[in-house]
């Protein structure tokens, strides 16, 4: 992949001749953004129990399925219905429903 990542990386605006002898980058902690990495750890703990069950139920991932889905918190259903598109696609699941349980 070395071949593959530095074609790209010469493709896009870059500092310097070759990513191979770049600086590793460095991280600003200014620039983090803690919701949205909440809100993505909260998604791949989802994929993955999704991922889990399909498998436990032999359920091959050529078909999809269905789910529901009830939570205590608001903003988790609200984050799964805004990023809709890649949990069905991650999933390979085709309808959901989602429901707060006070």
Known sequence: MPFVTEE?????PHVGE???VA???????E???EK???EMEF??????????????????????S???CES???????????KTNLTLHASQIQKNSCMVRR
């Open 66 to 68: 269905q789910y529901y």
């Open 23 to 29: 600086a590793y980058p460095t991280v600003h902690p």
């Open 43 to 64: 998604l791949m703990d989802f994929i993955r129990s999704v991922r889990t069950v399909r498998n436990e139920m032999n359920t091959p991932l050529s078909k999809t």
């Open 72 to 82: 205590k918190r608001c903003s988790a259903l609200r984050c799964l219905e805004r």
């Open 18 to 20: 070759s990513l191979v």
């Open 36 to 38: 949205a990495a909440e």
């Open 31 to 33: 620039q983090m953004d």
């Open 8 to 12: 790209i990386w010469q493709s896009v």
